[in-house]
């Protein structure tokens, strides 16, 4: 996929609109918990205000009702933070309430080159959402350039990614520079990996990763699958999982998948052992489990000795890219699995230099938590973009960003 990109683009004396992805964790007292994303998009910001443009901002934030404006889902905490972030060199005008209407249309008239023009969350309205065409151009409306630096959100065909970009048929439309940044990783590492290379899948659904295993088993040397969604894998292979998380109408899909992966040049490696509890809580007996989980117990994490096993193969790895949890590891003692792989993938980074990608969402605050985000090559800023691109997908949000 060829796309126009940030080096495409004049920037002087225009209005250039960037989608970026502000969706950040805010706690009750309206404190940002983490300002990642925020500050994953200064340099595209910077790029646009030192080249001589007005920077004009839209971005979600939760998951408001679509019908006008709700307190607790405002972009004001981060109107205040991108201003610390930017300096006050580069002054930002937040439009609190809306997106559209004379409000906005007026902060961007009264702006100047260098300075930031901050909407408020684009699902206050309901035709974020629903790829409205009319909200699109009034979006639109506001700026004389497009910007796509929101790669969490590329797999949803929104207006801010279709319609808005849509609306400006004339008008340059590229991609930001961390858009670039997670394309050249996931896309060039998924069309000519180094080898040989793995692919980690965790999280609770088969369902959900169904498309992504279908599509990397003709790709990986091996893909481990670990996660609640092991158990529907486990219970196809005919072991006894207790009251682990099971998808019934999943299992005779992963039967299928086992058998295609032992037919291939593909090694499918699931848990041989599990860290067991009754319940998901603080302080409650835990167990290691072998040779399958008795009743009443349920699978929680890999086992020390699967950990073993997957760290000895990390460490031959040359690419690796990582998509979901493999454990609770919101509760510890079932985080060990999971950060005992993170620690795996900042070695194998630093001693032999491999390439490792974090697929964004639960995976990116796992390897957080675990101390080693900075060791590593790439961290995504989009779960669901990231799991969309393992499967082949096309991104709705690069459509009218590409050369042709």
């Not at 973009?385 to 991104?395: N, P, Q, T, V, Y």
């Amino acid at each position: 996929m060829s796309i126009r990109r940030m080096k495409d683009l004049d920037c002087r004396d225009k209005r250039v609109l960037i989608r970026v992805d502000f969706n950040v964790p805010i706690d009750e007292s309206g404190r940002i918990i983490d300002d990642h994303r925020i500050a994953a998009a200064i340099p595209t910001i910077r790029h646009v205000l030192a080249t001589g443009g007005i920077a004009i901002l839209m971005s979600h934030l939760g998951r408001p009702a679509g019908k006008g404006f709700e307190k607790a889902f405002s972009l004001a905490p981060v109107a205040e933070r991108l201003q610390l972030l930017l300096g006050k060199e580069h002054p930002v005008h937040f439009v609190s309430g809306g997106c559209v209407g004379d409000a906005a249309k007026k902060a961007v008239d009264a702006a100047s080159p260098g300075e930031v023009v901050l909407l408020d969350n684009l699902r206050f309205e309901a035709g974020e959402k629903g790829n409205d065409t009319a909200f699109g151009a009034a979006i639109a409306s506001l700026a004389d350039a497009y910007v796509n630096d929101a790669f969490g959100t590329a797999h949803r065909a929104h207006a801010s990614m279709v319609a808005v970009p849509a609306a400006m048929p004339g008008a340059p439309r590229v991609a930001g520079l961390l858009l670039e940044k997670e394309l050249r990783y996931l896309s060039e590492t998924l069309s000519s990996p180094d080898h040989p290379f793995s692919v980690i899948l965790g999280g609770a659904k088969v369902s959900d990763k169904l498309a992504a295993i279908r599509n990397l088993l003709p790709r990986a040397d091996v893909i481990f699958v670990g996660g609640a969604m092991a158990y529907t894998f486990l219970h196809a292979a005919g072991e006894t999982i207790g009251e682990s998380l099971l998808e019934e109408d999943m299992v005779e899909t992963a039967s299928a998948l086992i058998e295609e992966a032992a037919s291939s040049d593909t090694e499918l490696m699931l848990p041989i052992d599990h860290r067991c509890a009754q319940e998901i809580a603080p302080d409650v007996p835990i167990r290691v489990c072998e040779l399958g989980i008795p009743p009443g117990w349920m699978g929680l994490d890999i086992g020390p000795e699967t950990l073993e096993a997957w760290q000895t193969r990390i460490l031959d790895m040359k690419t690796i890219i990582w998509n979901g949890p493999v454990g609770v590891f919101e509760q510890p003692p079932f985080d060990q699995g999971t950060t005992g792989l993170a620690e795996s993938l900042a070695q194998v980074t630093r001693k032999h230099h491999a390439v490792t990608i974090i697929g964004g969402g639960e995976t990116a605050a796992a390897v957080k938590a675990a101390g080693v985000a900075d060791r590593l090559s790439h961290i995504s800023t989009g779960g669901g973009a990231s799991l969309r691109m393992l499967e082949g997908a096309d991104l709705p949000g690069l459509a009218s960003l590409e050369t042709g």
